[in-house]
């Protein structure tokens, strides 16, 4: 029997425009293209894989789709600023001016971002 806790991940998410998502996924968030078919790609995470399946007329929903577990919060929102990528403000939940929100418990550490489809990113450090 495969132990699945043991087996590789591979995380999806679903674009309308191949070459838009390919340049943010692999440009702008510094993804390396594994391999590409006739209905989207993989882009290796280190650890994990991604699987952008093309779906033309795909519509993004407002929450979370993927998101990543950092040691330092404020270091990955700088580089991804640094490469042109916006961190959603979102009202009433009093993020700091570089978009990051800080969980009651003081510790825990959220920001979010989208993709060129609406797809909701994020990171988190805890």
């Known amino acids: 029997m495969e132990d699945l806790s043991k087996a590789g991940i591979v995380a999806f998410v679903h674009v ?32 994990a894989l991604l699987r952008m399946t093309v779906i033309p007329d795909y519509v993004a929903h407002p929450h979370p789709v993927l998101g990543w577990s950092v040691t330092d919060i404020r270091a990955a929102v700088a580089t991804l600023t640094a490469r042109g990528v916006t961190l959603n403000i979102y009202e009433g939940i009093n993020q700091d001016e570089d978009g990051i929100w800080t969980a009651p418990d003081g510790r825990t550490k959220v920001a979010w971002f989208l993709d060129p489809d609406g797809n909701v990113l994020s990171l988190s450090q805890t």
């Open 16 to 47: 309308s425009d191949r070459g838009r998502a390919l340049e943010f996924y692999r440009d702008r968030l510094g993804f390396t293209l594994r391999s590409s078919d006739p209905f989207g790609d993989f882009l290796d995470l280190d650890h």
